[in-house]
């Protein structure tokens, strides 16, 4: 393709947006558009930088402010397009490239709308929104903007093994996998485990960070893992455990479903677009401790063999909508402006 595409992303820790970045990097690279992400600024962010080493992506960082943009833009010829991810991004990212005449795409990646100076970021970046060409990963995220195209996650799929093996056959492994936030529900979470330390055959896994780290309890059957290798959460659980409040698509969503995991999570955000209850896995009425004790017995006293056709249920609609074919179609259309 004769057009580069610079990923441009304030980024502090190893979440949702991260895996994104990652996975469009492999799509993009894979499709022959040269891309590298672009950093407003160096947060120390080892562990991301550390998968986009393994991944061979390039990476590079601005000073945290926005003549640096400028100057960096003012480099780019007239070919690079510049796509945004995340509100601190999109808003100086728009602002410069309607300066320096560069394309300008973003994708709105969150479902909640903050509080505080969160808050008053998120709706200046939407105010700011008719400055670029837009995707959201959501329909509610969509609803919410006046100009923009779903373009739901993706990932590059694993094989299929239509087989659902516990880690310990003896123990049923129910995982966390997010930002240490209030809206991603750990302290749900951290309840749940606390009301089922009665049982002996369930143990809770919490990976990632956040500002709710330091209140994640000390129990017997619950352990905190931080932030670590993709690749060593999911050899860790049996179960995606999503106590979200609100949400986006979760990327451990698709993550979790491609590894042959089972979901039980609550119905917000694009979620119940791929989770129908007792079909491709379990919604919970509520986000409460509560209903997810109640999915989590009800998952013990699942036939096996339900249990696979379940989550292979999910893996062929995790196939058929998120393995990137149809989402690198409506990026190429953007990028190029056709």
């Avoid at 490239?97 to 300008?104: E, F, I, L, N």
């Avoid at 998120?122 to 100009?147: G, H, M, R, W, Y």
């Avoid at 485990?193 to 619950?222: R, S, T, W, Y």
Wanted: hydrophobic share 40%.
């Amino acid at each position: 393709m004769d057009y580069n595409v610079v990923l441009f992303v304030d980024s502090s820790m190893l979440g949702g947006i991260e895996t994104h970045l990652v996975e469009l990097s492999k799509l993009l690279t894979q499709n022959r558009i040269s891309n590298n992400i672009m950093f407003y600024e160096d947060h120390k962010n080892q562990a991301f930088y550390a998968l986009l080493n393994k991944e061979n992506i390039r990476y590079e960082f601005l000073k945290g402010n926005l003549s640096s943009l400028l100057k960096k833009l003012k480099t780019f010829d007239s070919k690079t397009v510049v796509h945004t991810h995340g509100y601190k991004a999109g808003i100086f990212g728009r602002l410069a490239c309607k300066v320096t005449k560069h394309r300008c795409i973003s994708t709105y990646h969150a479902g909640e709308a903050g509080t505080g100076k969160l808050k008053i970021y998120n709706k200046l970046d939407k105010l700011l929104s008719p400055l670029s060409t837009n995707f959201a990963v959501s329909e509610q995220i969509k609803a919410s903007l006046k100009n923009a195209t779903l373009l739901e996650n993706f990932i590059a799929i694993n094989s299929s093994n239509s087989h659902f093996n516990r880690c310990d056959n003896k123990t049923l492994n129910i995982g966390f996998v997010g930002r240490l936030s209030f809206e991603k529900g750990p302290d749900i979470f951290c309840r749940l485990a606390e009301n089922m330390q009665q049982d002996l055959d369930i143990k809770f896994h919490i990976f990632g960070d956040g500002p709710l780290k330091g209140e994640v309890p000390n129990l017997h059957n619950l352990q905190y893992h931080g932030l670590v290798e993709r690749n060593d959460i999911w050899s860790k659980i049996d179960v995606l455990l999503i106590c979200s409040r609100e949400e986006g698509l979760p990327m451990a969503l698709l993550e979790a479903i491609s590894e042959q995991k089972f979901i039980i999570s609550s119905a917000v955000g694009a979620i119940p677009s791929i989770i129908k209850h007792d079909e491709t896995g379990f919604l919970m009425l509520e986000a409460n401790a509560q209903h997810c004790q109640y999915q989590v017995e009800k998952l013990l006293l699942l036939p096996e063999e339900q249990t696979k056709n379940i989550i292979n249920n999910a893996y062929n609609i995790l196939e058929e909508r998120f393995s990137g074919k149809q989402q690198f179609l409506l990026l190429q259309k953007a990028y190029t402006g056709t």
